[in-house]
């Protein structure tokens, strides 16, 4: 799955020792791209723009360089508001809520402009985010709940105040991709006590063969939403191989791990 693949190899990018991996799925990813003009959950849908800007950062730290038409196709569909859909209204009959502007697909936009240095296209997503809710309180349309969305949060704004959504994302009864989420959201804001309970919990979540459990977490929205919530009608998915739960929990002990000795 051309998602999985970037999204797994974007969110391990501060683990060094997964970094042949990084290039194996970049050189995937990078192979598909002239064939399909961007990336999508699988080759069985279409392209999408929170796929394609995540196979873009992958690509880009392995220094490949992907065709520039894809860039372009990124960049001509931030809406005038500053705001990014899942799917491009012009690769549509007919347009859906899974065609209309979401929170964390904007944020995933944000944070590919600002590694690539294009600030007025990031500073426009970010005005849209802004007006729309502060960080930590933004909903997501394919995520339940908000720990998704502080993660993300995270790397577009390092420096917002996301203090109180963290403690409560931390405190929560959350499975595994969550604790992640929350874990790797915290790192560096909150107090050493707080970030070593986080991590004890998290490891007391390991399975036996080293992953970590993956209970639903990524809901396909129905398509008659057209706004993003914490909870919504629609089908919400584990991963079966753990691969993702694994992906944020393994980057999340990583940061957290090296905070910790870097604080002494």
């Known amino acids: 799955m051309e998602w999985v693949t970037a999204h797994v190899a974007l969110v391990t990018e501060p683990v060094a020792e997964l970094a ?3 290039r194996k ?5 990078l192979g598909l791209a ?31 360089e992907a065709p520039g038409f894809i860039h372009d196709w990124v960049r001509d569909n931030q809406q005038p508001d500053g705001s990014f859909p899942t799917y ?17 697909v904007t944020q995933m936009a944000a944070w590919y402009f600002r590694r690539r240095g294009d600030e007025a296209s ?15 309180e933004r909903p997501s349309y394919w995520w339940p709940g908000y720990g998704y969305s502080l993660w993300l949060d995270r790397h577009i704004e390092p420096d917002a105040p996301l203090a109180a959504r963290a403690v409560e994302e931390l ?31 998290l490891l007391a979540q390991q399975l036996a063969d080293g992953s970590w459990p993956c209970g639903p977490c ?13 909870s919504a009608p629609g089908t919400v998915a584990a991963d079966p ?16 791990h090296l905070w910790l000795l870097n604080e002494g």
Request: charged share 20%; hydrophobic share 40%.
């Open 122 to 136: 990031y500073r426009k997503c970010l005005q849209w985010l802004n007006d729309a809710a502060r960080p930590g």
């Open 20 to 22: 042949e991996m990084r």
């Open 241 to 256: 191989y753990r691969v993702f739960s694994t992906a944020h929990c393994v980057a999340a002990i990583t940061a957290a």
């Open 34 to 64: 002239p064939l399909d003009a961007g990336w999508g959950y699988n080759r069985r849908v279409g392209r999408d723009l929170d796929s394609t800007t995540q196979a873009l950062m992958v690509c880009e730290d392995q220094e490949l």
């Open 88 to 104: 491009a209204t012009s690769d549509a009959s007919m347009a859906t809520g899974w065609h209309a502007s979401h929170p964390e």
């Open 25 to 29: 799925a970049a050189q995937y990813l």
């Open 218 to 230: 990524l809901r396909v929205t129905a398509r008659t939403v057209n706004h993003a919530a914490p």
């Open 171 to 201: 405190s929560g009864p959350h499975g595994a991709p969550q604790l992640g989420f929350a874990l790797g959201s915290a790192v560096g804001i909150l107090d050493r006590d707080l970030i070593e309970g986080a991590m004890v919990r």
